[in-house]
């Protein structure tokens, strides 16, 4: 049987996108309506959404750090976008909670899905013009925990405060290089965009935290952006052009206050001659064997020659201030006063 793999294939040209991901359809599904609803509930202040059960897949998320009166005035956008998808929305303000649930007319599996993660976008702080283009294909979320990678609080604070940078610049600048939107909020970070960019976002988040400073990372990026334009450079190794960081200590070393003497020395056998303890001095002066009366008064005429030693040295530089200046002898006088006598002459010849 001949090969039909090199045969012309008219409708296959050059002209055709072959990655382009197309727009899902009503008649895309072929297994019409769905036969139980989804919902999702959120709840902002449990970390991780949690599923209550198999069938209802339901996530809780506190609202707890978004303003009530910001979600109930951009409410009617969220109404319509997800009126757009065939997905019923509710917002309840007494319990501080948001829902989401299919309905008989939805298609689209992946509907409820972006709705999640709308609402995930919103209960942090996404402002919601923003958060609604979750629902395009190209667009994905990403929300990066940070507070259990760094133990001490305020290191935590610093170290977050890098991100956004003086101003906002390295945020804005990581922004224009992966191509996504940043919301650095509380605990986490959220990041929506391609994702590639998503991928970048939480490697530079995450060495942020371990202490890597994001400028190291923007350089590179920046530089692979520039790079990523010849096309020459497309099958080499870019290995030559990136940066290569080294760690450094900065950190001093401690100089011991004694210096020990660290010349050659002889080599013995032998190990040294234990020190004598404080035990063993005493018996050696006789201490040892005198009365507790005894030894503690010898103590106390020894503070006390020391005072009296400390006391006379005292006495002694304080005299000194009133000692009269050594004057200058007579013959050192006598010949100032003949060289000045010759220069006077002198001037008057």
Request: charged content about 35%; hydrophobic content about 35%.
């Amino acid at each position: 049987m001949p090969s039909t793999h090199k045969l012309d294939k008219p409708w296959d040209t050059d002209d055709i996108d072959k990655w382009k991901i197309d727009k899902f359809e009503p008649e895309d599904n072929k297994g019409g309506s769905f036969a139980e609803e989804s919902s999702f509930m959120t709840i902002e202040n449990t970390g991780e959404p949690s599923q209550l059960s198999p069938i209802h897949a339901k996530f809780l998320d506190l609202l707890a750090q978004t303003n009530p009166l910001d979600l109930k005035t951009c409410w009617p956008l969220i109404t319509r976008v997800l009126a757009q998808h065939h997905i019923a929305c509710t917002l309840d303000l007494i319990n501080g909670s948001m829902t989401v649930k299919t309905t008989l007319s939805t298609f689209d599996p992946m509907a409820i899905l972006n709705a999640r993660d709308l609402l995930r976008l919103l209960a942090r702080s996404v402002p919601a013009p923003q958060a609604v283009k979750i629902f395009d294909d190209a667009v994905a979320m990403d929300v990066i925990k940070i507070r259990s990678l760094v133990r001490n609080r305020d290191r935590f604070v610093k170290r977050r405060q890098r991100i956004l940078g003086p101003n906002g610049s390295t945020l804005k600048a990581l922004e224009l290089l992966t191509e996504c939107f940043i919301m650095v909020q509380g605990n986490t970070v959220a990041a929506m965009g391609p994702y590639k960019g998503l991928k970048q976002t939480r490697r530079v988040v995450i060495d942020c935290m371990a202490n890597v400073h994001p400028i190291y990372h923007i350089k590179e990026m920046m530089i692979r952006k520039e790079l990523a334009k010849d096309p020459e450079l497309a099958n080499e190794s870019w290995d030559r052009f990136l940066p290569n960081y080294k760690k450094r200590t900065l950190s001093k070393r401690r100089v011991p206050h004694k210096v020990t003497d660290k010349t050659k020395k002889v080599y013995t056998p032998f190990p040294p001659p234990q020190e004598k303890s404080k035990v063993d001095l005493q018996i050696e002066s006789g201490e040892y064997f005198i009365g507790k009366q005894a030894r503690e008064r010898k103590a106390r005429e020894d503070r006390e020659e020391q005072q009296r030693e400390k006391r006379k040295e005292k006495l002694e530089a304080r005299q000194k201030e009133f000692e009269a200046p050594k004057e200058a002898s007579s013959e050192k006088k006598k010949k100032k006063h003949k060289r000045k006598r010759t220069d006077d002459g002198e001037a008057d010849a």
